[in-house]
């Protein structure tokens, strides 16, 4: 069946909801058009763009069976009740790790409850939860979660049991209860536990404290917990290898429940960092993210494509093109799933019936700006002031900036806010860090018999730095740039 109305019927179709005819006619009597119908009247490009997010998890992984078939072949061993090896993840960003980990471990947790047997994951990523006790107290307190529910469970059963028993002291043969009195005492010692399971604050206690808890909870019932710790390197970053280490000893101490770890990170380097043992436990097992090439982000596009756009709004050029772009961004399927999404989003704005090479283009400026705009929104004060006095210099047409030029109005931009000013040599290293995060471009070049010098530029656009910068309130304050630039010439 089409659809033979015209846009302008699509719109004003389905207005049955009230409304103030004053606020929609103009004074000819026409309908105006509001700020959304424009917008809505666009023929839509996408069917789901949730599907384009990365929070959403593929159930389909193409260009990782190798990966997620060596995850399971380890972790099989926690459906047969038996403790799987450690695992480390490791692979460049973009590349599925956490994608697969969570969908290995849904498939791990369907499986369990088919066969109903004890084993579980427990994701927690590090980056948000990142020191030993937050981790522990996460943890302890999903423990004691379901440790309740698994006390109600069981209660509910044994009182019906006991029910039974009371009119056909048989019922008991088969159990582990002599009779009613002693069945009675049991489920009291589970009331009474029950009662004992508060959950852990998220601060206060002493960390000791914590992991006991935690530990008494994950060996309350027989259970193979596996506890995926993504983004492992943050956690170790932040707070040292004690949570490992605890963890990766705790099998010995259990006696009912074992416990095992797999840890994702996109940077290896944190290993240097890990008490050799730890390490070594950790690394049981290492599995690794290769970067995707063009071709297999071609495939992972295609697939994710379907459900996510309308039939045929793509033109034939549209996937291949985001797939060579994030190629070149070391494999990153999330960068080449964002050129998609936003690729769409423009060619939905602008009102497009297809998506088409061009809004791929527009796309990868637009997500390669707001890198740079949160690069540098997220910058220190310091390191702002650095960029602002080299923008206030290319603002003013000053070319092959050099750093005594840069320190100059710098320290001329301390004085008007009134701060700490950093020494030339500290001024020259946060120029580097600027120059390694892309930000400018800062090259040596010789002077023949006057040495060596840098000459700085700005590699970003300056409309946008220079808007990023001031919307910090302490440089927005500044007023009038000019006599700043003059006072450089009077030096
Ligand atoms: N093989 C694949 N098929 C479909 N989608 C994929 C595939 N690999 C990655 N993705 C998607 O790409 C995005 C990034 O993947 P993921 O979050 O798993 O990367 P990561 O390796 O964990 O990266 P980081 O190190 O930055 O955390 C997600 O939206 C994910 O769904
Ligand atoms: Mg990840």
Redesign the pocket.
């Known amino acids: 069946m089409t659809d033979e109305r015209t846009p302008r019927d699509r719109r004003t179709a389905g207005r049955d909801f009230e409304v103030d005819l004053d606020d929609v006619l103009d004074e000819d009597g026409d309908e105006e058009d509001g700020l959304f119908d424009n917008l809505l009247s666009g023929e839509p490009i996408f069917e789901n763009k949730e599907v384009l997010r990365?929070s959403?998890?593929?159930d389909e992984?193409?260009?990782?069976t190798d990966q997620i078939n060596n995850m399971a072949t380890i972790l099989v061993a926690a459906l047969r009740g038996e403790t799987p090896s450690n695992i480390l993840i490791y692979?460049k960003?973009?590349?599925?790790?956490?994608?697969?980990a969570k969908f290995v471990s849904q498939e791990l947790q369907k499986t369990s409850q088919r066969y109903d047997v004890p084993s579980e994951v427990q994701y927690i990523n590090c980056e948000v939860t990142d020191t030993q006790y937050r981790v522990l107290a996460q943890l302890a307190n999903t423990f004691i979660e379901q440790n309740r529910d698994w006390i109600d469970r069981r209660t509910r059963e044994l009182e019906e049991l006991h029910e039974q028993a009371r009119e056909d002291p048989s019922a008991l043969l088969d159990t582990e209860f002599d009779d009613p009195p002693d069945l009675r005492e049991r489920i009291d010692a589970l009331e009474a536990d029950r009662a004992e399971m508060d959950d852990v604050p998220m601060t206060g206690w002493p960390t000791d404290r914590v992991y006991n808890e935690f530990f008494d909870a994950v060996d309350y019932v027989e259970r193979v917990a596996v506890i995926m710790l993504d983004?492992i390197d943050k956690l170790v970053e932040k707070s040292g290898d004690d949570t490992l280490y605890n963890l990766s000893r705790m099998n010995s101490e259990l006696s009912n429940s074992r416990v095992s770890i797999i840890g994702i990170s996109?940077d290896l380097k944190f290993t240097d960092f890990l008490d050799p043992r730890v390490k070594s436990s950790l690394g049981e097992e290492e599995i690794v993210?290769p970067p995707y090439d063009a071709n297999q982000l071609r495939d992972?596009l295609q697939?994710?494509s379907k459900v996510s756009f309308k039939p045929d709004v793509l033109s034939e050029d549209v996937i291949p093109l985001c797939a060579a772009f994030a190629a070149r961004e070391h494999g990153d399927?999330?960068r080449a799933?964002d050129l998609l999404r936003t690729a769409g989003e423009l060619a939905e704005r602008d009102q497009e019936e297809t998506v088409t090479e061009a809004h791929v283009r527009r796309a990868q400026d637009k997500i390669e700006l707001d890198r740079v705009v949160e690069v540098v929104r997220t910058l220190p004060t310091q390191s702002k002031l650095v960029l602002y006095a080299i923008m206030v210099l290319e603002k003013n047409g000053v070319h092959n900036i050099n750093t005594g030029e840069v320190y100059n109005i710098y320290k001329r931009l301390c004085e008007e806010l009134d701060t700490d000013v950093l020494t030339q040599r500290r001024v020259t290293d946060l120029i580097s860090e600027l120059d390694m995060l892309g930000i400018v471009n800062a090259v040596v070049v010789s002077k023949g018999r006057y040495g060596r010098t840098k000459e700085i530029s700005l590699s970003v656009p300056i409309e946008e730095t220079e808007a990023v910068l001031r919307a910090d309130s302490r440089i927005g304050d500044i007023d009038d740039i000019t006599p700043f630039v003059q006072a450089r010439f009077e030096n």
Do not use: M
């Not at 992984?61 to 990782?64: A, E, I, N, Q, Y």
């Not at 960003?93 to 697969?100: N, Y």
């Open positions: 990365p959403y998890t593929p992984l193409p260009h990782r692979g960003t973009g590349t599925g790790k956490t994608a697969s983004e996109n993210f992972i697939h994710r399927a999330r799933l």
